[in-house]
């Protein structure tokens, strides 16, 4: 997953989550003990850019009515380049 990080200046702070204990183990399984605060990090940030993403889609959705199939696939080309 690749994610912008926050700027080098950006103040980070400490915050206590609950997460199930077989997640927490796949990601340390993953990232060692010392990468569990970046994953959860970058994963947070993915999370807010799909949460984004979908509110502008709603937004433009909502002013001029839903995207057609045509539209659909046009955008899923120039996605992935085609």
């Known amino acids: 997953m690749t994610v912008e990080h926050a700027p080098p200046d950006d103040t980070t702070v400490k915050k206590s989550v609950t997460v199930p204990e077989s997640l927490a183990r796949e990601v340390e399984a993953r990232t060692g003990?010392?990468?569990?605060?970046?994953?959860?990090?970058?994963?947070?940030?993915?999370?807010?850019?799909?949460?984004?993403?979908?509110?502008i889609v709603e937004a433009y959705e909502d002013e001029h009515g839903s995207f057609t199939p045509e539209e659909i696939e046009e955008a899923r080309r120039a996605w992935h380049g085609k």
């Not at 605060?37 to 979908?54: C, G, I, K, M, N």
């Open 33 to 55: 003990a010392r990468g569990f605060s970046r994953f959860v990090s970058d994963t947070v940030e993915h999370a807010l850019a799909l949460t984004r993403t979908r509110e």
